[in-house]
T-cell receptor, first 112, second 114 residues
């Protein structure tokens, strides 16, 4: 089955700096890659996603890149703010089986 | 904005008891999921459900687990005989289906088995 690896597990950055989280997946049939932000005690919420026919997508301070050949995708947060502090999960989706597989999560701490 | 709702928000049960966790997916969604998150750990896939049948299930989803869509609006997860290690946050999610594969999560049910 699909395996999603996520690094780093924790990330501490100074406010205003950039944060980068990297994920790899194993199943070449996966075709949709969302990123979720989870604040303490709350549900995961989608922040950005990318489909397999696109290499990069940007939404304000957040961008995601996808390298299908290498089966890598990354989340980039620029100009980090304290409210960006949360756990971020990458995920990969395979249409067959309708299965969304999550990475292990990255705890991001933005220090003021 | 439509959202996935789950009840109860917190359930405490004795080991060996049956529990039913309830979810109301977004009304026009066709795909339904249950996920589990043990405190401080990753979100783990349990099962996906489409067209009144299970599409895929993980190794966690053993014979003690079952899902049902009893009335066209609710989507339930039943654990027949709970174990201590079933204690976790259980999230229901739904999606509209291709091409809109975004999964929307409910607020979760915290299950505590004592």
């Amino acid at each position: 089955g699909e395996n999603v690896e996520q690094h780093p597990s924790t990330l501490s950055v100074q406010e205003g700096d950039s944060a980068v989280i990297k994920c790899t997946y194993s199943d070449s049939a996966s075709n949709y890659f969302p990123w979720y932000k989870q604040e303490l005690g709350k549900r995961p919420q989608l922040i950005i996603d990318i489909r397999s026919n696109v290499g990069e997508k940007k939404d304000q301070r957040i961008a995601v890149t996808l390298n299908k050949t290498a089966k890598h995708f990354s989340l980039h947060i620029t100009e980090t703010q304290p409210e960006d502090s949360a756990v971020y999960f990458c995920a990969s989706f395979k249409a067959a089986g309708n299965k969304l597989t999550f990475g292990g999560g990255t705890r991001v701490l933005v220090k003021p | 904005e439509p959202e996935v709702t789950q009840t109860p928000s917190h359930q405490v049960t004795q080991m060996g008891q049956e529990v039913i966790l309830r979810c109301v997916p977004i009304s026009n969604h066709l795909y339904f999921y249950w996920y589990r998150q043990i405190l401080g750990q990753k979100v783990e896939f349990l099962v996906s459900f489409y067209n009144n049948e299970i599409s895929e299930k993980s190794e966690i989803f053993d014979d003690q687990f079952s899902v049902e869509r009893p009335d066209g609006s609710n989507f339930t997860l039943k654990i027949r005989s709970t174990k201590l290690e079933d204690s976790a946050m259980y999230f229901c999610a739904s999606s509209a289906g291709l091409p809109n594969t975004e999964a929307f999560f409910g607020q979760g049910t915290r299950l505590t088995v004592v």
